[in-house]
């Protein structure tokens, strides 16, 4: 059974860092793309972040670009997202996704496997 455990969110303010981890289980992590995606109320899941399988390519949304940083540890079967210069805008609930490929896409219907999400709240 695949499971992808959140951790990390919280409330913060504008201007402040988070990190969240993704820890992955029941799955070939090493082989699969993973990607952060982010949904506020109201709006459409959002394409924050992925990473290729092996960690040697990464891409950004543009809303976060030079602010965020995905990263991967296949050692211990983890996902990061570092979260720098949080905006108010940033508020959201995050989730991890895996894909059943090693190269990553920006579509969420393109991943098989997600978490149940962390919040993240960042005041003004």
């Known amino acids: 059974q695949v499971q992808l455990v959140e951790s990390g969110g919280g409330s913060v303010q504008a201007g402040a860092s988070l990190r969240l981890s993704c820890a992955a289980s029941g799955l070939a992590f090493s082989s699969k793309a993973m990607a952060w995606f982010r949904q506020a109320p109201g709006k459409e899941r959002d394409f924050v972040a992925a990473?290729?399988?092996?960690?040697?390519?990464?891409i950004y949304g543009d809303s976060v670009k030079g602010r965020f940083t995905i990263s991967r540890d296949n050692a211990k079967n983890t996902v990061y997202l570092q979260m720098d210069s949080l905006k108010p805008e940033d508020t959201a609930v995050y989730y991890c996704?895996?894909?059943?490929?090693?190269?990553?896409?920006?579509?969420?219907?393109?991943?098989?496997?997600w978490g149940q999400g962390t919040q993240v709240t960042v005041s003004s």
């Open positions: 990473i290729r399988a092996s960690g040697s390519s990464t």
């Open positions: 996704a895996g894909r059943r490929a090693y190269y990553y896409s920006s579509a969420w219907n393109e991943y098989d496997y």
